[in-house]
């Protein structure tokens, strides 16, 4: 056997610098974010417990502040944390300065931009109502472009490195990139009626299906995998350890990337998506578990022979806690995908404290580590108190125990109580309010762990300051040195076998395989790497989307069911603006609990005209897909004017200006028009006469309150509308079947209803 080896080449060597004033902006943009988003939160907590706090004021209930949270939570807190490191530890990766100064400052200014208009629009109103992608479209354009920039600035310094070989945090950070920006574009697609309004282009178990395919992997490859690879460099560095298995973090990298990208379908079990689907999601998270513990198992035992140095420093000890939490949520999230353990888990508060468990555990404390080992660096000077960095800790695991203990009793609670049964066969506890009181005294524990969460962020922040202030006036910007790229010197391993040695060249290629050997290769050539990258996310997206899309009997349709009026459709407009998708589903599963609870299981052929689907995450309030005809319109008045006066012990907040705020009809043909371009199948008498149609559905809607002894004049206000599709919702399949052409029907029932 023979080995070839490269030749020798003389190499120069160059001199550069690192820009770290760039990583100093997005620190401190972490914590003033990390600070914004949790108060978010826990004024969100207390709105659950005492709702009278919106104080009657739109902008301030819990529909509308809630995806500013959990918006604020993600992309503002986690993002600025996540390129935070990103800019930091690539250049010392990669022995070389960021690509373009200029494009790291676009890329900041760009991403708080783009944080603050999310901050105005969301208490506006102004949502998709789709979660984790309520965003209207203007915004959603300007993300889609600040990451192309963030991509072009890391992946120009990855092609100026002076280091051949890739590290393992930059294949994560390539992984989130590509992934990111594939979820973002493909679900963010939509029709746009005006400025700040838009409709999804998928409708009903389509839409939901793509919802949770971004949805589930925006948690993998925005709060996963670049937190992984902050895991991978700043962990090793504050223990001052190798990372322990090169091997092994090799197998968790690839084997995340192609088997997460499966996994979404597991949020819809016994819903009205196909069958398949959630079944192959289901597989796929359970298979999670494996590589989501081979990375823990790498961060921890990275530590060894360095656990002593955990109790004397406060930035392991949040590493160690925050790893501990992504080997719990990991496990944790391959169980709740099973099915039968998801039929009592899903929509209730089980998965929020899953949620936190992860978001709070694993993404927060990784942050804190972050910010308090880079802190002194970033300042050149001492932390300013270790101590309060240790109350911080404590404080704070103390705050994510009091929450998810809590919450995790309040979710069992509920899902036992919505399945119970007495002696008689009968439901244990028909009104679904008898479970909200039921857990308000575990929501009060919440916001006890929530405040002390807050706390520690606090402290957080006036360590960095004081740190900051501590530093020198004028920052020492050493010069590094290291060798340009060049020729590649390293030996390439190439084997000469006899051509009759079949067996040895069969040995030989499998010891190939095992050494891991060809990931060096591709380490080596980050274009091919990032290829590989898009191959894995492409084909494991397109084996679940391409089915579900062009497989008609996914989705059998049902003659009776209709497009929304005009006015229901201004109606479902509000639903979304009020985000009353935070609180109610519109799914019955085909569960007997459920179906004696709330009638006929919902069918996929219902939601054909759903764009986007509204099938809720949660329920705060009981399910409302079976509520239309339920009560009458005026029930629905008094219970937005006063939920308590219809349903005593509601935590609901009330909505008195939805009988004074004007109705905007001028606005309703476009919609209707756009409705009719993404394939909803409006007349022509209705796509050119809608703001008519829907004034005669408003006025019968209103003397029909007026003759049930509800107020007078209700004809132009929003009030109308929303009684109008609340009252639609589920009543189409009770309906005589349809004659042939069922959009005649239509604009027949808009003057009907």
């Not at 529909?63 to 010392?92: C, D, E, K, M, W």
């Not at 120009?156 to 051949?164: M, S, V």
């Not at 069958?275 to 823990?296: D, Q």
Request: proline share 6%; aromatic share 14%.
């Amino acid at each position: 056997m023979l080995l070839a080896v490269s030749r020798r080449v003389t190499t120069r060597m160059e001199k550069f610098r690192y820009d770290d004033a760039i990583v100093r902006k997005f620190a401190f943009a972490t914590i003033i974010w990390g600070l914004v988003g949790t108060l978010a939160g826990l004024w969100v907590a207390l709105l659950m417990v005492m709702p009278a706090l919106s104080f009657d004021l739109p902008y301030l209930t819990f529909g509308r502040l809630r995806p500013l949270h959990t918006n604020a939570a993600i992309f503002a807190f986690a993002g600025n944390a996540v390129f935070a490191a990103v800019y930091y530890s690539s250049q010392r990766l990669l022995k070389a300065r960021m690509f373009s100064d200029k494009l790291s400052a676009v890329h900041f200014w760009g991403w708080q931009a783009i944080i603050v208009a999310a901050a105005i629009t969301l208490p506006l109103g102004f949502t998709q109502g789709k979660e984790y992608a309520e965003l209207e479209w203007p915004i959603d354009i300007a993300i889609a472009v600040v990451w192309v920039i963030f991509a072009i600035n890391f992946f120009g310094t990855i092609a100026k490195r002076r280091e051949r070989h890739l590290y393992v945090a930059i294949w994560f950070y390539i992984a989130t990139i590509v992934a990111v920006a594939a979820l973002h574009i493909f679900n963010r697609l939509s029709g746009t009626p005006g400025p700040m309004k838009s409709y999804s282009p998928y409708a009903g178990g389509r839409d939901a299906f793509m919802q949770w395919w971004y949805g589930h992997n925006a948690v993998a490859f925005f709060l996963t995998t670049p937190f992984l690879g902050l895991m991978y460099y700043f962990l090793p560095k504050a223990a001052n350890r190798p990372v322990f298995s090169y091997r092994l973090s090799i197998l968790h990298f690839w084997s995340i990337v192609f088997l997460y990208i499966w996994a979404g379908p597991h949020h819809l079990h016994y819903t009205a998506l196909p069958e398949w689907a959630s079944t192959l999601g289901m597989v796929f998270s359970v298979m999670l578990w494996m590589p989501s513990w081979g990375g823990m198992i790498n961060g921890l035992l990275t530590l060894r022979g360095a656990w002593n140095k955990v109790a004397r420093d406060p930035v392991l000890k949040f590493f160690v806690v925050g790893v501990t939490f992504y080997g719990m949520s990991t496990f944790e999230g391959p169980m709740l995908s099973i099915k039968s353990v998801n039929a009592l888990s899903h929509y209730n508060d089980w998965t929020i404290a899953h949620v936190h468990s992860g978001a709070l555990g694993w993404n927060g404390f990784m942050t804190f580590g972050l910010l308090y080992w880079l802190t002194p660096k970033l300042f050149q000077t001492k932390l300013w108190s270790k101590k309060l960095a240790e109350v911080h800790f404590w404080v704070g695991t103390l705050g994510i125990l009091f929450y998810i203990v809590a919450i995790y009793a309040a979710g069992i609670t509920q899902g036992l109580m919505w399945r119970a049964f007495d002696d008689t066969g009968r439901l244990a506890y028909p009104d679904f309010v008898e479970t909200v009181v039921r857990i308000v005294p575990m929501y009060w524990v919440r916001v006890l762990g929530g405040t002390m969460f807050v706390t520690g962020v606090v402290l957080c922040l006036v360590n960095m300051v004081m740190t900051w202030k501590a530093r020198p006036k004028t920052y020492a910007d050493p010069e590094h040195e290291a060798a340009a790229l060049g020729e590649d010197l390293e030996p390439t391993p190439r084997v000469e076998i006899p051509a009759h040695a079949t067996s040895l060249q069969l040995a030989y290629k499998l010891r190939y395989l095992g050494d891991l050997a060809w990931h060096r290769v591709w380490e080596k050539r980050p274009f091919t790497f990032t290829i590989w990258v898009v191959i894995a996310v492409a084909v494991a997206s397109l084996f679940e989307i391409i089915p579900t899309f062009l497989i008609r009997s996914n989705v059998p349709s049902i003659a009776s069911v209709h497009p929304y009026t005009p006015l229901e459709l201004a109606g479902r407009d509000i639903y979304l603006a009020e985000g009353c998708y935070n609180c109610h589903s519109q799914m019955v599963r085909p569960i007997r609990s459920e179906t004696e609870r709330y009638g006929e299981y919902s069918k996929p052929g219902e939601f054909v005209y759903d764009h986007p689907f509204q099938w809720g995450s949660r329920r705060i309030g009981p399910d409302l897909h079976r509520v239309g005809g339920k009560y009458p319109h005026l029930w629905h008045v008094r219970h937005m004017e006063e939920p308590s006066s219809t349903t005593p012990g509601s935590l609901m907040p009330r909505y008195p200006w939805m009988l004074s705020d004007d109705l905007d009809f001028s606005v309703i043909q476009s919609r209707v028009d756009a409705m009719a371009m993404l394939g909803v199948p409006y007349p022509d008498a209705v796509q050119g006469q809608a703001e008519p149609l829907a004034r005669a559905q408003a006025k019968q809607v209103a003397d029909e309150i007026t003759t049930q002894g509800g107020p007078q004049g209700l004809e132009d206000k929003k009030i109308v509308a929303l009684v109008a599709y609340l009252q639609r919702l589920g009543t189409d399949i009770k309906t005589a079947s349809a004659p042939t052409q069922p959009n005649s029907l239509l604009a027949e029932k808009a003057g009907a209803r």
